[in-house]
Nanobody, 124 residues
Framework: QLQLVESGGGLVQPGGSLRLSCAAS????????IGWFRQAPGKEREGVSC????????NYADSVKGRFTISRDNAKNTVYLQMNSLKPEDTAVYYC?????????????????WGQGTQVTVSS
């Protein structure tokens, strides 16, 4: 059974950093584009950052460019999201997802397998 599990969320002060991990079980991540998405209370889910299966291509939401970095270690079957200079508006549940499609858009409609999410709270 394909399963994605996020970890690394928590409470952090503004300006702080967190690294989220997305680990796969039941399948190999190598062949899948992976995305990080987030959903804040009362808001729609939005794409944060996505990465191609090889790791050669990435994209980022404008709101996180220069602050977040997505990477993958296929040997560890894990994708990461390094989040620096965190702001209160980054507070949300963060989800990772895998796509059956070729890497293209970082939108939730193109992603098929989802983790259960990890809470990130940025607050002083």
């Amino acid at each position: 059974q394909l399963q994605l599990v996020e970890s690394g969320g928590g409470l952090v002060q503004p300006g702080g950093s967190l690294r989220l991990s997305c680990a796969a079980s039941g399948f190999t991540l190598d062949y899948y584009p992976i995305g990080w998405f987030r959903q804040a209370p009362g808001k729609e889910r939005e794409g944060v950052s996505c990465i191609s299966s090889s790791g050669d291509s990435t994209n980022y939401a404008d709101s996180v460019k220069g602050r977040f970095t997505i990477s993958r270690d296929n040997a560890k079957n894990t994708v990461y999201l390094q989040m620096n200079s965190l702001k209160p508006e980054d507070t949300a549940v963060y989800y990772c997802a895998a796509s059956n499609l070729l890497f293209r858009l970082c939108v939730s409609d193109e992603y098929d397998y989802w983790g259960q999410g990890t809470q990130v709270t940025v607050s002083s």
